[in-house]
């Protein structure tokens, strides 16, 4: 993936598949060069894309707003290498990405420092100004803005396996030959490889050795194997509900709070209390990071929509927009703190989150990725 | 009307050099033809091309049509690489639902065309009515019938019974899932190549003391054989394209060729090896196709030549 130009990127752009990809938006990219005031394409996780944040929007500036909603980093970052830079105004990934990545490839803008330094100061304590994520590398450019984030881990069903045995046993759970058979792996292959890593009681964002990458292989086969089910977050959800499994690996707040709050609160995103990760750390946490693209002809709305979502009830709408319900930096602020009823704070497992976070590692690239990745895509195949 | 089109320049030769332009103009009929071709080579070809192109990228990597390498091939055909797993499972699937689906489609396109009557047109609107509901949408419904607790197993667990049996997230299941979802693909051919067999045949040789396999076998079996293969045919290709009932009933217990092929676009971003291994299976699948039809003689099944 490092080795990609825009040059050559744009040259297989004529080979039209881009152009099919993206047929959607692409299609008005022509009659978007000549204005774009009312329009605006965003590029991001779920949750953004839903009515409740964009209609308000909508209606307020008269303009088409399009969103489109992927469910991996890589993805949507190699649209944007793929030519489709000039469709895209904003997009909305996890933390290391636009700092290490898409910066350097000149990806995204900076955003102007002094209309959004501001924001921060009403954001939770570790958010403030200059927020790492936020920032390039040397510090000196602002590259986005923070809002949804949280830990993932695991999830169990605390009927079966409770929270403080969840905690303290930690990643082993999936070492337990007793388990296997009971407990799922969420269909998300980049968090599984820091998992699986993670099980195998190495740190992931690190360059590995070929014994680490042995030690890698022989989890990745063991717990994979051991896997009753492999399925996206809904079917996750309900195998928790109907007993069908006790525990699923990559999970948390993001994914088992759609479920908490439809009456499921036996069911918890863990943070193990130690782990691998650097500093003894047991978890890792996303926060993600809306940056604007390096469109040229980049829509005025787009820096107007980034304002928007920072205001104390869109930040709230969108903690709790459709699908998935998270925690917003914007929590610092008591005016949209004030807006979350108990229900929902209890959905996003405010009472642990600081705890959680702190015994997180941050999201952050796995050196040699595609190795990991190629090794436990073939570990999935021996499942049958 | 390509012939009118032509006609004047095959009467008399082409004079003036306006003439032998006319005779050089496509038909009217090429011409009508032009937005569908269009429309056909942009959205049907193109996209091929393009995986074509991609298939011999340098892996990796978005060079298409700049860069050439059989790499991807190479690392597809590499022994070490397990891929064949998931194409002897989309295969082998694939043979056993096209299998079930012809024994049990068989006796309801008999019924359609023979015992149902008047309840036919009904009886095909049911078994057409899933159609108009999303594929995902459908197989979510049997997860909640066979899940733990679920329609099945509460209901027997209700009735004082042990429980339903565990068979959800299983390679069974999503065999199931196959069936359940291709059925309509091989009832229809099937009931069109039933419809073919003339009955005055079938009452001729049961006049002269046939019995009933007899004329199933010699008679109604090869006059409704075009159809039956059809179904097969159309069922197989897109059952070894399947994917959604591997993924959601059978909870990825295994992997299917045509999820190995997403995963290389998604996760992996390696759109070259992804594009290698979708231009293998279509070439497959097109060489298996072209062999049946070569040995499939529709005419001479028809009894038009």
């Not at chain 1, 605390?158 to 007793?178: M, Q, V, Y």
């Not at chain 1, 009456?263 to 993600?288: C, F, M, Q, S």
């Not at chain 2, 070809?45 to 011999?56: E, K, N, R, S, T």
């Not at chain 2, 003339?198 to 010699?218: K, N, S, T």
């Amino acid at each position: 993936m490092a080795h990609i130009s825009r040059r050559s990127v744009l040259q297989g752009m004529g080979a039209g598949l881009g152009a099919l990809a993206a047929a959607g938006p692409l299609f008005n990219a022509n009659k978007a060069f000549a204005a774009r005031e009312k329009e605006l394409n965003i590029l991001c996780w779920e949750g953004y894309n839903s009515a409740q944040v964009l209609d308000p929007f909508r209606s307020k500036t008269g303009a088409t707003v399009k969103a489109e909603s992927l469910t991996n980093d890589p993805t949507m970052i190699n649209r944007l290498r793929a030519g489709e830079i000039n469709t895209w105004d904003l997009i909305n990934v996890n933390n290391p990405w636009a700092r290490k990545v898409m910066l350097p490839e000149k990806l995204i803008k900076p955003l102007p420092k002094a209309e959004f330094e501001p924001f921060f100061a009403k954001m939770m304590p570790e958010f403030k100004w200059p927020y790492k994520w936020a920032m390039s590398e040397d510090g000196s450019e602002l590259i986005g803005m923070a809002q949804r984030f949280g830990p993932y881990s695991f999830v169990v069903n605390t009927d079966k396996i409770s929270r403080k045995t969840a905690e303290d046993t930690g990643w082993d759970l999936f070492n337990d030959p007793a388990l296997a058979g009971k407990y799922g792996i969420l269909e998300s292959d980049d968090w599984n490889v820091f998992n699986i890593f993670i099980i195998a009681g190495i740190d992931p964002f690190k360059v590995h050795t070929p014994e680490e990458f042995t030690k890698f292989e022989e989890t990745a086969k063991r717990v994979f194997k051991g896997a009753k089910l492999i399925g996206d977050i809904a079917s996750m959800n309900q195998a928790l509900i109907s007993g069908e499994i006790d525990l699923h690996m990559t999970g948390g707040t993001y994914s088992v709070s759609p479920a908490r709050a439809d009456g499921h609160p036996n069911l918890r995103g863990i943070t193990p209390l130690r782990g691998p990760l650097p500093g003894g750390k047991g978890g890792v946490a996303w926060i993600e990071i809306t940056s604007t693209v390096n469109n040229p002809n980049l829509s005025p709305l787009a820096l107007d929509f980034l304002k928007y979502v920072q205001g104390p009830e869109v930040a709230h709408t969108v903690a709790f927009a459709e699908g998935t319900f998270n925690p917003v930096a914007q929590m610092g602020n008591k005016a949209c703190f004030d807006l979350f009823t108990k229900d929902e704070l209890d959905a996003i497992q405010w009472d642990s989150l600081q705890e959680e976070m702190d015994r997180s590692a941050e999201y952050d690239i796995v050196p040699d990725y595609d190795k990991a990745l190629d090794l436990m895509n073939a570990a999935k195949r021996l499942r049958g | 009307m390509a012939d009118l089109a032509i006609a004047p320049a095959r009467d008399a030769a082409p004079e003036g050099a306006a003439q032998l332009r006319h005779a050089r103009m496509l038909s009217v009929g090429a011409r009508c033809a032009l937005p569908v071709a269009l429309l056909l080579g942009i959205g049907f070809l193109a996209p091929l091309v393009a995986i074509f192109g991609y298939a011999f990228a340098t892996p990796r990597s978005f060079d298409v049509f700049t860069s050439f390498t059989l790499a991807n091939f190479a690392t597809l055909f590499d022994t070490t690489n397990t891929v064949w797993l998931s194409f002897f499972w989309s295969c082998g699937l694939a043979l056993l639902t096209v299998a079930i689906l012809a024994v049990v489609a068989y006796p309801i396109a008999y019924g359609l065309n023979l015992v149902f009557g008047r309840w036919s047109a009904l009886i095909s609107v049911f078994f057409v009515f899933p159609l108009f509901v999303s594929e995902n949408v459908r197989l979510y419904g049997w997860v909640l019938f066979f899940i733990k607790n679920g329609v099945l197993d509460g209901t027997l667990k209700w009735l004082g019974l042990s429980g339903g049996p565990e068979v959800l997230y299983t390679p069974g299941i999503t065999l199931f899932g196959m069936v359940y979802t291709y059925l309509p693909f091989m009832l229809f051919p099937m009931t069109l190549g039933l419809a073919l067999v003339p009955r005055d045949l079938v009452d001729a040789a049961r006049d002269l003391g046939a019995g009933r396999l007899f004329i199933w076998r010699e008679i109604e079996l090869p006059l409704a054989m075009p159809g039956i293969l059809i179904g097969m045919l159309l069922t197989f290709v897109l059952a070894i394209g399947a994917t959604a009932e591997a993924k959601i009933l059978g909870g990825q217990s295994i992997i299917v060729i045509s999820h190995d092929i997403e995963i290389a676009f998604t996760y992996s971003q390696n759109w070259p090896l992804g594009s290698a291994l979708a231009v293998l299976v279509t070439f497959f699948i097109g060489a298996l196709t072209l062999f049946a039809l070569s040995k499939l003689d529709l005419d001479r099944m028809l009894g038009r030549r």
